[in-house]
């Protein structure tokens, strides 16, 4: 079964700086995708960003990055210009070749002012 | 944004007492899923389904069963609610190919 590690504690970011966030992923297939998801507060899942695993490029969306290194098997989010309304958890998934969808234990991130 | 809804949204019940959770979506989506978020353990796949009537076990699939007929519907069944299932519960699903899944907005169930 494929694991995703999201090891870091919660994380302080001043506003206007970028942060990153660790992921890594252990899997065999050679066929995969990486979704990043933002939950604030409110409870709900908001989808962020996604990496197939033959993409060339890694992906941008906004202020959302996403840094993959697929020999290391690590696709790190990299937030930029921090802002307040950034305060939530954050979960790395992966999608294997089952699209058996799993997701991290998350990083908390809080953006202060 | 992707027609997906969960209910109830809250819940209460009593522990050994039957449980359904129900997942909808309108996009015919091919794949969905059930997950629980509890602190500290991120969301665990409980079971996912890939077509009407084929499902299959997650990580923390025991004490939980789900049925899909119909390709809008995943039901999620808990035969004899214990303490240990009080959770916040959320359904996904995704298309084929798709790069996103979409989540439901949740299910808060109190199992005393």
């Known amino acids: 079964a494929q694991k995703i590690t999201q090891t870091q504690p919660g994380m302080f970011v001043q506003e206007k700086e970028a942060v990153t966030l660790d992921c890594t992923y252990d899997t065999s297939d050679q066929s995969y995708g990486l979704f990043w998801y933002k939950q604030p507060s409110s409870g709900e899942m908001i989808f962020l960003i996604y990496?197939?695993?033959?993409?060339?490029q890694n992906a941008t969306e906004g202020r959302y990055s996403l840094n993959f290194q697929k020999a290391r098997k690590s696709a790190n989010l990299v937030i930029s210009a921090s802002q307040l309304g950034d305060s939530a958890m954050y979960f790395c998934a992966m999608n294997p070749e089952s699209n058996r969808l799993a997701f991290g234990k998350g990083n908390q991130v809080v953006v202060i002012p | 944004d992707a027609g997906i809804t969960q209910s109830p949204r809250h819940k209460v019940t009593e522990t050994g007492t039957p449980v359904t959770l129900r997942c909808h979506q309108t996009e015919n989506h091919r794949y969905m899923y059930w997950y629980r978020q509890d602190p500290g353990h991120g969301l665990r796949l409980i079971h996912y389904?890939?077509?009407?009537?084929?499902?299959d076990k997650g990580e923390v699939s025991d004490g939980y069963s789900v049925s899909r007929s119909k390709t809008e519907d995943f039901l999620l069944t808990l035969e004899s609610a214990t303490s240990s299932q009080t959770s916040v519960y959320f359904c996904?699903?995704?298309?084929?190919?798709?790069?996103?899944?979409?989540f439901g907005q949740g299910t808060r169930l109190t199992v005393v």
């Open positions: 996904a699903s995704r298309q084929q190919g798709a790069t996103e899944a979409f």
């Open positions: 389904s890939y077509g009407v009537k084929d499902t």
């Open positions: 990496q197939g695993s033959y993409d060339e």
